[in-house]
């Protein structure tokens, strides 16, 4: 599906004419990242002697995308451990600790998409104000920001990750608090319907939501014809930052 150079224009000077523009992380500043978790889970799991092949039935790859962020990831991860090998809530910090450190490699890997560093230095120039919501662990945002060094640059502190707040439409809440913004006044990029569901429940307008329908979570393409059901919560859709620079 192409988009007419009419309606790319529309979401650029919708974006470049609101006070802030707020972005998801996953699969929008990046390639998502749940194959790397994925490995991860694999690698705690044959770390206490479980084979992989046991429990993926059992939790498949809506564990995996789950698991990204803190609050979902211990309960699946643990709950599994526990039924086969009796690894209690008492070994969270360990466990949580050889996931992140299995993980951590291949995150200092990943690099921003295509267009990403070119749009977060036009807004910055231009005087917007941008904050990162994201369901990812902070530890997940911290090592890809160590190789890419545009995120800090553009965010700054401005960054609410899924060890801060339950429900993502209570981390776009906080970021309206924050950055003292009307939710009207601000724009949102999201790459699933989850997300951009959350920031419209959180008052930010259909109209200042910009929804990338290739970055979403591998469970969402399946589940909604290619993740296309982003599009349902947001006016402007592409399928790469890359074509608002």
């Known amino acids: 599906m192409k988009l007419k150079t009419a309606k790319i224009i529309d979401a650029r000077e919708m974006l470049f004419t609101r006070e802030g523009v707020y972005f998801d992380f996953d699969g929008v500043l990046v390639n998502p990242t749940d194959g790397i978790f994925r490995d991860a889970y694999?690698?705690?799991?044959?770390?206490?002697?479980?084979?992989?092949?046991?429990?993926?039935?059992?939790?498949?790859?809506a564990a995996f995308c789950r698991?990204?962020?803190?609050?979902?990831?211990?309960p699946?991860?643990?709950?599994?451990?526990?039924?086969?090998?009796?690894?209690?809530?008492?070994?969270?910090?360990?466990v949580m600790?050889?996931?992140?450190?299995?993980?951590?490699?291949?995150l200092r890997a990943v690099r921003l998409k295509p267009g990403v560093a070119q749009l977060l230095g036009q807004l910055k120039d231009n005087g917007?104000?941008?904050g990162l919501v994201t369901q990812a662990?902070?530890?997940?945002v911290e090592a890809v920001a160590s190789v890419n060094p545009e995120?800090?640059?553009?965010?700054?502190?401005?960054?609410?990750?899924?060890?801060?707040?339950g429900p993502k439409e209570v981390a776009y809440w906080n970021m309206l608090y924050e950055m003292g913004h009307d939710a009207t006044d601000v724009a949102f990029i999201e790459d699933t319907k989850g997300g951009a569901r959350s920031a419209r429940k959180a008052g930010i307008p259909k109209e200042n939501g910009v929804g990338v329908i290739n970055g979403g979570?591998?469970?969402?393409?399946?589940k909604d014809c290619c993740g296309l059901s982003v599009m349902k919560h947001t006016k402007y859709h592409v399928r790469s930052l890359e074509e608002l620079v």
């Open 67 to 74: 698991a990204k962020n803190a609050k979902g990831f211990w």
């Open 97 to 106: 600790e050889m996931m992140i450190r299995f993980a951590e490699p291949k």
């Open 76 to 94: 699946t991860l643990v709950h599994g451990l526990n039924e086969a090998n009796g690894i209690g809530p008492e070994d969270h910090d360990e």
């Open 42 to 61: 694999y690698q705690v799991l044959e770390r206490y002697g479980i084979r992989p092949s046991v429990l993926l039935p059992a939790y498949g790859l």
């Open 137 to 140: 662990m902070e530890s997940t």
């Open 217 to 222: 979570l591998l469970k969402e393409f399946v």
């Open 128 to 130: 917007q104000q941008l």
């Open 151 to 165: 995120i800090e640059r553009a965010f700054e502190d401005r960054i609410i990750t899924g060890d801060d707040l």
